[in-house]
Every structure is written in structure tokens, then in C-alpha cells.
């Protein structure tokens, strides 16, 4: 098992550098492939980064709400809760009120058939019983103003004009039994043994233990969190100002939306100071109150933008960085690519004439002889020899016999112009080609061509002396087949140079190889 791991190992190693190297490979044959690869890499790197910045602050958006959500359930319990116990201490003061001989019972004696402990809550104003015509007939305290009247209040109006009310909560109010202090009423209907309104059994609560309840939420220094009745009135704020309690919120648009939910989160700005906020609400069960805990976006995403701004521009430098470097690659990738490929056209050309060297004529007749051995089809080459230029070198110097080679060169290049050809320096004053795919009479035409282009050709001395110059040519031409070499091709178009030379020079000799025998056909 170990050995059989080993060998797994050893294989997957191999296979990782075999691709390592292909990459490498691709990589310098395309070099630009390096910088936009790299491009590619530091852009998809902003990309996720740009995507993770984006899930992180969707997650900071989802935390304050699930934050906000938590407080108003807090705020909603506790005023339930407490409402809930206000509830049942004015439902034992109407139950007392109704009882007939209660009212011959010492004042003490009524005040605590009446009144429980909780009507002496920290922040409960005072409960009273109100009589029929709006006076106070009895309180928790023994302070009664008896020349103060309530009738017109808005909670004594509802229970009297309505005898299914039930639990009532009034607006805020200044109390014209405690010094004008602002104050909620929570009020109960009391009737008569008939039926008839007997008046109404109240608790005041003091403003300050909506306010006391704000107090303890922490929502930073633009967030909001408030206490509003279903109609948009504003009980309690924070920020506190006290001017705004008891305002109506009923037309701004942030009100709207709370008004026709239950429960919600949005975001929105606010018209009083323009700051945009996440608002989360919900009605308080068994009150006419909503509770709404309402932080500042960028307050919530302050730290979000504080490790957003690191990371985008640590991405940024190390993207650009990486940018910068794949496309330096590239460039010195391009620069080798063009200087390898600068020393094999060195390589691959002759100086002199700009034409292929002996190396690539080789190398091409090979793979030329091997095609047409394949295909079945002709291969011809051609080979070419300057005329006395031994001579020619003697009388008219080197300078004139390079002049006279390169002038040679170009009449070839220009008349053989096939893609598939090739024309090289064999060396000294001899020239090759190679015709892929040529019969015996077109490599002949081809030749026949140089020939006169040559022999049109005049070369033109220092001294302004016109030198003419001539070539001979050996043509060659088989159909290759087993057991035979390209090389044997290229001799015998040399025999045939040979045979053009002896026969006069400037002429063609031509020769078709077949079945490992040849026939000669010269021409002048």
C-alpha cells in the first residue's frame, strides 16, 4: 500500500510539473498572454473583494436591524408589561368604585379598598377616581383640589360618550392636579349599579417613564428611538427635546409606513434633520403605541467603511503591483520572444543575400521529400551556379563579386514566389531551391526563368562599367519512394549543374528520377 502511495505521489508530481512547464511553454510563445492574464488575475481579485466588501456591508445593514429588532422587543415587553399591571389596578379601583357602601366607609378605609401598590410605581403620577361631572372624588394622596374639573378631557369625553371603550389611553396632557406636569392618562369607564356613566377611575403616568424607558437605549450620537401612538402623536424621544412631545408625526413619511404595519424595517431620511436611518418598529399588544429604535446608516457602517477602505486600498496597491509585474513579464517575455526569434532568422539567413542558409535547406528538403513521399507527388530542385565567378572575383574584386551574388539572390527570390518554395545559398556562388509539388517541366520553366532574368542582369563597377553575369542550372526531379534519400535528389540536380557547366554555361540541364534510374534531358 505504501509503495502503491509513492508511486500516486510520484505521478501526481510529474503530471504538475509537465503542466507547470506546458504553462511556461504557452507563455513564452505569448508573451502579452502574461499581462492580460495578469490583468485578469488583479481584476478578478478587486472583483471578489469588491463582492466580499458588498456581503459585509449588506451584513452590517442585517445586524443593525436584527440589533434594532431586539431593542423594540425589549422597549414593547417592558410597556406591556407595565400597562398590563396599570390594567388591573384600575379595573380593582372601577370594582371598588361600584360597591354602594363604599361611600359610608371612613376615607381611609375607601382609599385602600381602592388603591393597590402599584398605583405607588416610581413613575405613576397619581390614580384618581373622577365622579360623573368631571370632579375628583377620591385619590391615592389625600390632596384634592376640589375646584378643579376634568370633564373636558379627552379620556372623561370618551368614556362617557361611550360605554365599550375600555382601556383608554388620553394624549399627553399638562395636569391641573400636579403643576401642569406632562402626563398620560390610562383610563376605565365606571358605571352605576343601572348602567348610567358614573364616572371614570384614572391613572395618571408621568411623561418621564416613556422617557427614563428611551434613556437606557444606546443608538449612537445620530440614531434615534421613540414612542408614538397610532395616530402619530409623540410621547417619548431620543434625542430629547421638549418641544416635540406631543407634536403629531402623522404626515411625516417615516410615520407612514409604521402606520400601515404592525411591525417593519426600512430605511429612510428623515425630514427633521435629514439624516438617514434604519427604522425598525412594532405595535406594542394591547396598546394603541408603537416603539421604533432607528440607528444612522453611517453610523452602522462606520467600521464597515473604516476595513472597507483598508481593503480596497491594500487590493488597489497589490493589484496594481501584480499589474505591473505581469506586464513586465510580458514586455521582457516579448523582447526574448523577438531576440530568440532575431538569432534563429540570423540562424536560419545568410548575410550576404538575405536568402535561407544551408541549415534550413537541409532541414526543408527533408521534411519536403518526406510530404512527397506521403502524397505521392513530384519534388523538383534546382541548383545554381555563377558563371566564372572565381574570375569574376579575380578581375573585378570581392566588393563587386558580393554585389554581383546579391544581385544573383534577389533575381531568384523574386521569381520563385511560391510559399511552399525555398531558395537558399548552398555556399559560395551556388544556390538551391527547392519545388515542392513541381513536375519535371515546371521546375524547368522556373529555371528557364532565372536563367534570362539573370542574364538581363548587369552589374555595375565603380567606375560605372556594366559587368554582365550568367548562371547554370541542374534541375532534378522524382517522385520520391522507399528507400531513397532527398539528398540523392540534390546530388543529382548537382550532376546536372555539372553537365550544364561542361556543356557551355549558361544553360539548363535537366533530369527525371524514376524507379532509381534517371534520364537526362539538356537543354541550352
Known sequence: MARQTLSLRRRLRKLLRAAGGGVTRYMGNHPLVAGMAGTVVALAMAGLTLLTLAMGRADALDHARQTSQNLVAIISSDLERNVEIYDLSLRSMVDGARV????????????????????????????????????????????????????DRDYFLAHQRNPDVGLFFSHPFHSRLRDGQLTIGLTRRIDDASGAFAGVALLAIRIEYFQHL????????????????????????????PRDIGSSMAKLPTFVTMAERNAGSYVADSTIDGVRRIYTFARVPGTPLIAAVAPAVDEVL??????????????????????????????????????????????????LTGLSNRRVLDSRLDEEWRRARRSGRPLSVLFIDVDHFKQFNDTY??????????????????????????????????????????????????????????QGLHVVQSDGENIAVTVSIGCATCVPAEGENAFDLLAAADRQLYAAKTGGRNRICSAQWTARSMAQDSSA
Open 100 to 151: 354602594a357602601a363604599a361611600s359610608t366607609l371612613p376615607i381611609g378605609v375607601r382609599r385602600a379598598m381602592l388603591f393597590d401598590r402599584a398605583t405607588t410605581a416610581a413613575y405613576l403620577g397619581g390614580a384618581y377616581v373622577i365622579g360623573p361631572t368631571g370632579a375628583v372624588i377620591l385619590s391615592q394622596s389625600d390632596e384634592i383640589d376640589a375646584g378643579v374639573r376634568l370633564a
Open 214 to 241: 428611551l434613556d437606557r437605549i444606546d443608538t449612537g450620537e445620530l440614531g434615534s428611538v421613540f414612542i408614538v401612538m397610532q395616530d402619530g402623536t409623540l410621547l417619548a424621544r431620543k434625542p430629547f427635546f
Open 302 to 351: 462606520a467600521p464597515w467603511w473604516h476595513r472597507s477602505r483598508i481593503a480596497g486600498a491594500a487590493t488597489l496597491t497589490l493589484g496594481a503591483v501584480f499589474v505591473m509585474v505581469s506586464w513586465l513579464l510580458a514586455f521582457a517575455l516579448r523582447d526574448k520572444q523577438r531576440a530568440q526569434a532575431a538569432l534563429l532568422r540570423l540562424a536560419a539567413t545568410d548575410p
Open 397 to 454: 574584386g570581392h566588393a563587386c563579386g558580393d554585389e554581383a551574388l546579391s544581385a544573383v539572390a534577389e533575381c531568384i527570390a523574386a521569381t520563385v514566389r511560391r510559399s511552399i518554395d525555398v531558395v537558399a545559398r548552398y555556399g559560395g556562388e551556388e544556390f538551391a531551391v527547392v519545388l515542392p509539388e513541381t513536375a519535371a517541366e515546371g521546375a524547368h520553366s522556373v529555371a528557364e526563368k532565372i536563367r534570362r532574368k539573370v
